[in-house]
């Protein structure tokens, strides 16, 4: 006999169940999306990484990221790449040119050294960044890289060194 004169033999005894599961907490902003796909600290890529969903990098990249959805690179991420999303937030380090249809935001703990072009910006105080700004829609041809003004590599004709036209020896005056 149990308590209260009830048999304890006859009631099986379950353990509730955890209502709240464990989550740690998130040192940058949650993806918008619903399908993210995390590059996990663990983990080092070399390529190109093509998608249309969310990506959250943790871990560590090399070579280009290219996604119509949102780029996060935490703040244990490292890329060393040409990145390009609708927005990109940047929390950890990145090491190369950055483009964005919408917006790119360099959190507090961001470090980039590259170039920037998106319509929006916003750079937190405590960010470290060291390149250019252009803000504009990046030009996008047909196969999905972003491409320079000109076919330069994105420097103005008036910016280019001055250039002479070699003359093979024994020619006068450019002619044979």
Same mark, same amino acid.
């Given at each position: 006999?149990?308590?209260f004169g009830r048999d304890?033999?006859?009631?099986?005894?379950?353990?509730?169940?955890?209502?709240?599961?464990?989550?740690?907490?998130?040192?940058t902003p949650a993806p918008?999306?619903?399908?993210?796909?995390? $590059?996990?600290?663990?983990?080092? &890529?070399? +390529? =190109?990484?093509?998608? !249309? /969903?969310? $990506?959250?990098?943790?871990?560590? &990249?090399? +070579? =280009?990221?290219?996604? !119509? /959805?949102?780029?996060?690179?935490?703040?244990?991420?490292?890329?060393?790449?040409?990145?390009?999303?609708?927005?990109?937030?940047v929390s950890g380090t990145?090491?190369?040119?950055?483009?964005?249809?919408?917006?790119?935001?360099?959190?507090?703990?961001?470090?980039?050294?590259?170039?920037?072009?998106?319509?929006?910006?916003?750079?937190?105080?405590?960010?470290?960044?060291?390149?250019?700004?252009?803000?504009?829609?990046?030009?996008?041809?047909?196969?999905?890289?972003?491409?320079?003004?000109?076919?330069?590599?994105?420097?103005?004709?008036?910016?280019?060194?001055?250039?002479?036209?070699?003359?093979?020896?024994?020619?006068?005056?450019?002619?044979?």
């Open positions: 006999m149990g308590l304890d033999r006859s009631q099986a005894i379950t353990k509730p169940e955890d209502p709240s599961p464990v989550t740690r907490p998130a040192a918008a999306s619903g399908e993210t796909t995390l $590059i996990a600290g663990s983990t080092t &890529i070399e +390529g =190109t990484i093509k998608g !249309s /969903g969310d $990506i959250r990098i943790e871990g560590k &990249i090399t +070579g =280009t990221v290219d996604v !119509s /959805g949102r780029l996060l690179i935490a703040e244990s991420g490292r890329a060393k790449a040409r990145l390009h999303a609708r927005t990109v937030v990145v090491e190369g040119d950055v483009t964005a249809d919408e917006r790119i935001e360099l959190q507090s703990s961001a470090t980039l050294t590259g170039n920037i072009v998106a319509p929006a910006i916003q750079i937190q105080e405590g960010a470290t960044f060291e390149g250019e700004v252009r803000m504009a829609k990046p030009d996008r041809p047909a196969g999905g890289k972003a491409r320079p003004k000109n076919g330069d590599g994105g420097r103005d004709e008036k910016n280019q060194p001055a250039t002479s036209s070699a003359r093979r020896p024994g020619q006068k005056n450019g002619k044979s």
